[in-house]
């Protein structure tokens, strides 16, 4: 199975400031790599597909990058909305493994 | 609007079965393969099975394999998950989630409100 693995675990951040979280795959997933936001009580939220494509629907301030086995999730100027964790998942091969979650907080 | 709505979850005591229900409606239920995922209380999401197409080509996560058991039907666009010989691990919040395949990769695009299942004495 591809172990997916994700940092930090958590974060403080204020409105308005740049965040990054990054994936790291333990072998190359070439670029496929999602992103999901998950709020409380919600089911996740697609944010990011194959490592950097925006899914419908999602604000411009995020973005992601990356291939092989490092990637990176940016949020360019955090709103009050973000405060959520986001997981990033590996959808490469079976099992669909997803990282730890990174948990953003004020 | 695209939509899969849960439904099964409940109490059920260690060594007992439950059956879930996903209700898939607003898409061609027929071009998508279909997954379960879970999340126990206040941890992270866990991949446990997905089912192809036809129903045909199915997998599990090592931890539910054969004791779960995903099955779809075509003609009234539901997917199912049988549950036997449950476990106190097994307690999770089950999200039935649909994965799209493009040219640049795959993702799951649509996940339902997602159905607790409690197991306990």
């Known amino acids: 199975d591809i172990q997916m693995t994700q940092s930090p675990s958590s974060l403080s951040a204020s409105v308005g400031d740049r965040v990054t979280i990054t994936c790291r795959a333990s072998?190359?997933?070439?670029?496929?790599l999602n992103w999901y936001q998950q709020k409380p009580g919600k089911a996740p939220n697609l944010l990011i597909y194959?490592?950097?494509s925006l899914q419908s629907g999602v604000p411009s301030r995020f973005s992601g990058s990356g291939s092989g086995t490092d990637f990176t999730l940016t949020i360019s100027s955090l709103q009050p909305e973000d405060f959520a964790t986001y997981y990033c998942q590996q959808s490469y091969s079976t099992p669909r493994t997803f990282g730890q979650g990174t948990k953003v907080e004020i | 609007e695209v939509q899969l709505v849960e439904s099964g979850g409940g109490l059920v005591q260690p060594g007992g079965s439950l059956r879930l229900s996903c209700a898939a409606s607003?898409?061609?239920?027929?071009?998508?393969?279909l997954h379960w995922v879970r999340q126990a209380p206040g941890k992270g999401l866990l991949w446990v099975a997905h089912i192809g197409l036809d129903g045909g080509n199915t997998n599990y996560a090592d931890s539910v394999r054969g004791r779960f058991t995903v099955s779809r039907d075509n003609a009234d666009n539901t997917l199912y998950l049988q549950m036997n010989s449950l476990r106190a691990e097994d307690t999770a919040v089950y999200f039935c989630?649909?994965?799209?395949?493009?040219?640049?990769?795959?993702?799951?695009?649509?996940w339902g409100q997602g159905t607790l299942v409690t197991v306990s004495s």
């Open positions: 607003g898409f061609t239920y027929t071009n998508y393969w």
């Open positions: 072998q190359s997933i070439i670029t496929y």
């Open positions: 194959a490592a950097s």
């Open positions: 989630v649909r994965e799209i395949t493009t040219s640049s990769g795959r993702s799951f695009d649509c």
